[in-house]
């Protein structure tokens, strides 16, 4: 199962395949901004991901399209559009 590394605390969080980056941070325990509640609308959920971008789903369209509309890193991702098929390190500007 993958295993998700959270920064800045370094708090590692075991998943099954599949699961929505959103989620994983949430069952860690930590909170995730939202305001469409993770569906897919509101662009708040964007986690940076240090390691393992290859071990997610490719970003869609739609993505890409809430990416480029509020400016985002190349290297950020809407996590509630992510699912995570392998180890990953990601992290919030506010964890
Ligand atoms: S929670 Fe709104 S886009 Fe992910």
Same mark, same amino acid.
């Given at each position: 199962m993958p295993i998700v590394t959270l920064l800045p605390s370094g708090r590692m969080i075991e998943i099954p395949s599949g699961t929505m980056l959103f989620d994983a941070? @949430? !069952?860690?325990?930590?909170?995730?901004?939202?305001? @469409?509640?993770?569906?897919a609308v509101c662009g708040k959920c964007v986690m940076k991901i240090h390691s393992g971008p290859e071990k997610?789903?490719?970003?869609?369209? $739609?993505e890409r399209k809430l990416l480029? !509309?509020?400016? !985002?890193?190349?290297?950020? !991702?809407?996590? @509630?559009?992510? $699912?995570?098929?392998?180890?990953?390190?990601?992290?919030t500007s506010y964890w």
């Open positions: 941070a @949430c !069952r860690a325990g930590l909170p995730v901004a939202s305001s @469409c509640s993770a569906e997610l789903n490719a970003p869609t369209e $739609h480029a !509309r509020d400016k !985002r890193d190349p290297a950020e !991702r809407i996590s @509630c559009m992510v $699912h995570v098929y392998g180890d990953c390190t990601v992290s």
